[in-house]
């Protein structure tokens, strides 16, 4: 009875958090148009480059608060211009790589990369594999160390176009005893609405934190308290 309860506490998130989604993202962009003016007291960079990668059925369109905002902060923060992001398909992972390569190029020097949910995943992907062109990662609501697929609610939207995905993955997403190499900060919310908090917490270390906001998962991107921390320590 006790293991029952145990694993129902680990899955999620409530539905009521689930339904509220929309309407909460709605609340955190009001309060990223309230908050604008302090922007200019965020740290500024110095023109070093910013991969920011969207979550699972999202777009540049759903970036783009937190691209502007580091833009205007002095950092290079393109789109990614792959459309969609319906999961690992060829044209993502192929394109993905292609942009931090040719801004590492451009800028010669590592790039950071600010994964917001599957976007993250792609993050740390991308810092595996090419940790010489990774400066740091950072994720939003990303959920990977999830275990099973009933700590998502987005799981029957990433299988609707697995037929497309060129790369395939089995629970655990990650080994907890494999750090990245790199600086990682993972952005996480209790009311989170689509993934389990708990599936996005690194393991705390040297290099690693995790840093909670009350946000939803749908606002996550433009949150006040989650640009200020991305703004933070990109600087």
């Not at 990223?32 to 990668?53: C, E, I, K």
């Not at 690194?202 to 290099?207: A, C, F, S």
Request: aromatic residues 6%; neutral net charge.
């Amino acid at each position: 009875m006790e293991d029952d309860v145990a694993r129902r506490q680990e899955d999620g998130p409530a539905l009521p958090l689930y339904l509220t989604e929309p309407g909460r993202a709605v609340a955190d962009y009001g309060l990223y148009l309230a908050a604008r003016p302090l922007a200019a007291s965020l740290p500024r960079g110095d023109g070093q480059p910013v991969l920011v990668l969207p979550g699972l059925l999202a777009d540049d369109i759903s970036t783009a608060a937190l691209r502007r905002t580091l833009r205007r902060l002095g950092y290079d923060a393109p789109a990614w211009g792959l459309g969609r992001n319906i999961g690992p398909t060829a044209t993502c992972v192929t394109g993905i790589r292609d942009l931090l390569n040719h801004l590492a190029d451009k800028h010669g020097r590592a790039v950071s990369v600010v994964g917001w949910s599957l976007g993250g995943i792609f993050a740390r992907d991308l810092a595996r594999r090419s940790p010489e062109s990774v400066r740091q990662v950072i994720t939003l609501g990303s959920p990977f160390r999830i275990t099973r697929q009933s700590q998502t609610r987005a799981g029957k939207a990433f299988e609707r176009y697995s037929h497309l995905h060129v790369e395939h993955r089995t629970f655990p997403l990650e080994a907890e005893a494999i750090p990245l190499t790199m600086p990682a900060t993972s952005i996480y919310s209790h009311y989170d609405g689509i993934v389990h908090w708990q599936t996005c917490l690194d393991t705390p270390g040297e290099r690693c934190e995790n840093i909670a906001v009350m946000a939803s998962h749908l606002g996550l991107g433009h949150h006040p308290a989650s640009i200020w921390a991305v703004a933070d320590r990109l600087a």
